[in-house]
């Protein structure tokens, strides 16, 4: 076995470097122009019997329909029984939330809340 100076010798990580083929990085933009577009997220609640037979009612999950959102709560809760399931539509608010109406909220006073 031929004796090797400091410099020859390589460090466990960069023998395994050397192994591995190099990937190229991709630059920022070649990966955000590989993405999909974002899908709709909708929010459901459930509420299903356990496999003890404990019941439990609003819980939710964010899935793109109803079968992955019942997919997904199987995963969770095996050998449940899933009861209802509905769509939570999102609340929308009436008035944008700007500097003003915060300062009119905190400056009511409790006979001027409606």
Not at 6 to 31: G, I, T, Y
Not at 97 to 111: A, G, L
């Amino acid at each position: 076995m031929p004796i090797l100076t400091p410099r020859q010798r390589l460090s466990r990580a960069e023998q395994a470097s050397q192994r591995l083929p190099r990937w190229p990085a991709a630059a920022p933009a070649a990966r955000i122009a590989r993405m999909t577009p974002p899908t709709q997220m909708i929010k459901f609640a459930l509420k299903i019997r356990t496999r003890s037979g404990l019941p439990v009612d609003n819980l939710l999950v964010q899935a793109r329909d109803r079968s992955e959102a019942e997919r997904r709560i199987t995963q969770m809760y095996p050998h449940c029984e899933i009861l209802e399931c509905r769509e939570v539509l999102p609340t929308v608010r009436e008035d944008d939330i700007n500097f003003e109406n915060i300062i009119s909220m905190i400056s009511r006073t409790p006979e001027d809340k409606d």
